[in-house]
């Protein structure tokens, strides 16, 4: 091996260890977190929001079938779609940083502000 290749080979091994070591500091300190990567404004966004409710409407299907399996594909259909489309328009930026930086959590916050709207898909799409 030649002694350019040597020396970038070091630079490289140096320039990977230390931001391995920034990694796993900023993330053991608490100062790094994901949602940082999050532009500003990018929950307003149309993609943003079809690809919220697409995810959530696949989520809330496969959930539901589990749930309540007497339940018709069509009513499920209907009342994750119902459910889908208007927790989107109450979703925050912050409450999508939170499910970034704690995946596999929702927001304390979010639960008592979904009720309702969890209420009036069950009504609209099952009745009473």
Known sequence: MSR???G????????????????VVGFH???????GMLPDGATDTP???????DSSKRSCIQGAK??????SAQKIESYCTCFSEGAVDLLTEDDVKY??????????????????LI??????????
């Open 99 to 116: 499910m970034i930086d704690h995946i596999g959590s929702v927001p304390p916050t979010l639960a008592p502000r979904l009720q309702p």
């Open 8 to 23: 970038f080979l070091c630079i490289a091994g140096g320039i990977l260890a230390g931001g391995v070591a920034t990694l």
């Open 29 to 35: 300190s608490g100062d790094l977190k994901l949602s």
């Open 4 to 6: 350019g290749t040597i």
């Open 47 to 53: 993609q943003f929001r079809a690809s919220f409710v």
């Open 66 to 71: 589990m749930s309540a399996p007497t339940a």
């Open 119 to 128: 209420a009036q898909c069950r009504s609209q799409t099952f009745g009473g």
